[in-house]
């Protein structure tokens, strides 16, 4: 526990100093929306389900769940992913 600490000052240390994203510093998901056609995700863990009605992610601490219609998924790599349709609502799940 007391480890896990000392990395959080540090990381938040580091990001301060050089003006970094908090978020981006501690690799915590980057979650983007377009209206509600677009869904993008950055430092992703993987899909754990997929569906026309809904993608469930795995944002290591916790599970991401897109919901909607028509949902596709665009692009993915081992670091973002995209997904396109219609997005009804987004669930965290953790």
Do not use: C
């Not at 990395?7 to 240390?13: P, Y």
């Not at 209206?35 to 992703?44: E, K, L």
């Not at 795995?58 to 219609?86: F, H, Y």
């Amino acid at each position: 526990m007391e480890k896990n600490k000392r990395e959080r000052s540090v990381l938040s240390e580091a990001a301060e100093l050089f003006d970094l994203p908090g978020d981006a510093v501690a690799g915590l998901p980057h979650v983007e929306l377009v209206g509600n056609r677009h869904f993008y995700m950055a430092r992703h863990r993987g899909i754990i389900s997929y569906s026309g009605e809904e993608i469930a992610i795995n944002g290591d601490r916790l599970i991401l769940k897109v919901k909607g219609k028509n949902l596709e998924l665009q692009s993915m790599s081992g670091e973002a992913l995209r997904i396109r349709g219609t997005i009804e609502s987004v669930e965290w799940v953790g």
